[in-house]
T-cell receptor
Framework: GAVVSQHPSRVICKSGTSVKIECRSL??????MFWYRQFPKQSLMLMAT?????????EQGVEKDKFLINHASLTLSTLTVTSAHPEDSSFYIC??????????FGPGTRLTVT | GENVEQHPSTLSVQEGDSAVIKCTYSDSASNYFPWYKQELGKGPQLIID?????GEKKDQRIAVTLNKTAKHFSLHITETQPEDSAVYFCAGTSGSRLTFGEGTQLTVNP
């Protein structure tokens, strides 16, 4: 299957600061990427859909001004968590959409806000 | 939108036995049904998928069956091994968006 990378794999930041997470498709071009959040022992919840060169589409209840998404190229999407708070601590996972609508997931980023 | 229900939430089997996980979906327009395996602290890994134009697909010890009329699909793992222990998620589709089931924690006891 296709490979998606994320960086960093884990990050600790102080409350009120911002943190950026990168998602890269390494061996395919992902016109569409998705960002998910997963709390412990729960399923993946879609946060937003990111299309290259256009604004992201956010799911209901997700604050677009808090979770900034940029998809500037066919292989890179970034998620910036602005003014992070402890309740934003979670496992953030991105995926890239393949040619046949399959999604390939990155390894995830563990965010801890202290 | 799509609603996906997954059962059971936990499943414990002895090594060598078979495991079956079932999912139901609500959107009759869904036409793509993937299954993911997620190990602790890692991202989900696509292990098998099926599209609505077929009823069954098999890949070595893993198979998926789809009943579009009843709107349910199932994952079958035969000859389970300890390394199959993980959380398994099914998903339904609405366009390109995935809606995940709640997951099944599979434990294979040696």
């Amino acid at each position: 299957g296709a490979v998606v990378s994320q960086h960093p794999s884990r990050v600790i930041c102080k409350s009120g600061t911002s943190v950026k997470i990168e998602c890269r498709s390494l061996d395919f071009q992902a016109t569409t990427m998705f960002w998910y959040r997963q709390f412990p022992k729960q399923s993946l919840m879609l946060m937003a859909t990111s299309n290259e060169g256009s604004k992201a589409t956010y799911e209901q209840g997700v604050e677009k001004d808090k979770f900034l998404i940029n998809h500037a190229s066919l292989t890179l999407s970034t998620l910036t968590v602005t003014s992070a708070h402890p309740e934003d601590s979670s496992f953030y996972i991105c995926s890239g959409l393949g040619q046949s609508y399959e999604q390939y997931f990155g390894p995830g980023t563990r965010l801890t806000v202290t | 939108g799509e609603n996906v229900e997954q059962h059971p939430s936990t499943l414990s089997v002895q090594e060598g036995d078979s495991a079956v996980i079932k999912c139901t979906y609500s959107d009759s327009a869904s036409n793509y049904f993937p299954w993911y395996k997620q190990e602790l602290g890692k991202g989900p890994q696509l292990i098998i998928d099926i599209r609505s134009n077929v009823g069954e697909k098999k890949d070595q010890r893993i198979a998926v069956t789809l009943n579009k009329t009843a709107k349910h699909f199932s994952l079958h793992i035969t000859e389970t091994q300890p390394e199959d222990s993980a959380v398994y998620f099914c998903a339904g589709t609405s366009g390109s968006r995935l809606t995940f089931g709640e997951g099944t924690q599979l434990t294979v006891n040696p």
